[in-house]
């Protein structure tokens, strides 16, 4: 995997956008940036992905530089339940999980 | 019932005891996953199957022995474990296969909370 860089915690209050940054700056051609994000003591769950373009769901929006060294993930209207470990991760494209590794992510808190 | 169920969700155990995980899905993936989350640590992957056939296994102790009998099913057997194998097992699943499309993505259950006494 392309090594992800990203800050151990974050503080957003409700209402606000939250920005979470990630730099890959050892990122491949064809590896694509996946965010998954983790509440406590649940499962991880996908949010979003991309490969150049910025992307857009109804969860978050993926907003990555030109040179694919940083992406931020932003949550337009955090609410309390966004509160989770936020994972960036840039695995070797295989076609396949195989070798995907979940790092330290960053803890986004948002507050009342 | 829909995405990926882990049961049971809390187990206590005895270092001398025998139990099983299981994991089962729903939404007709090819591959599954089992990952170990010990406290304030990364998620570790522990085994990979693909069409049923295990692809990955990651230097995991045979006290830990995964078996999956069908695409939908996966099974962790303990047997003889550590007070440092408490931990939250999870279960993923994933459709495989597809070539370079980026989209890979995980479906993760619940977690079983694993207590070793």
């Known amino acids: 995997d392309a090594k992800t860089t990203q800050p151990p915690s974050m503080d957003c209050a409700e209402g606000r956008a939250a920005n979470l940054p990630c730099n890959h700056s050892t990122i491949s051609g064809n590896e694509y940036v996946y965010w998954y994000r983790q509440i406590h003591s649940q499962g991880p769950q996908y949010i979003i992905h991309g490969l150049k373009n910025n992307e857009t769901n109804e969860m978050a929006s993926l907003i990555i530089t030109e040179d694919r060294k940083s992406s931020t993930l932003i949550l337009p209207h955090a609410t309390l339940r966004d509160t989770a470990v936020y994972y960036c991760i840039a695995p070797p494209n295989l076609g396949s999980n195989y070798k995907l590794t979940f790092g330290k992510g960053t803890l986004l808190t948002v507050n009342p | 019932e829909t995405g990926v169920t882990q049961t049971p969700r809390h187990l206590v155990m005895g270092m001398t005891n025998k139990k099983s995980l299981k994991c089962e899905q729903h939404?007709?993936?090819?591959?599954m996953y089992w990952y170990k989350q010990s406290a304030k640590k990364p998620l570790e992957l522990m085994f990979v199957y693909s069409l049923e056939e295990r692809v990955e296994n990651n230097s995991v102790p045979s006290r830990f022995s995964p078996e999956c009998p069908n695409s939908s099913h996966l099974f962790l057997h303990l047997h003889t474990l550590q007070p440092e194998d408490s931990a939250l097992y999870l279960c993923a699943s994933s459709q495989e296969g597809g070539g370079n499309s980026g989209a890979n993505v995980l479906t993760f259950g619940a977690g079983s909370r694993l207590t070793v006494l």
């Open positions: 939404l007709g993936h090819n591959a």
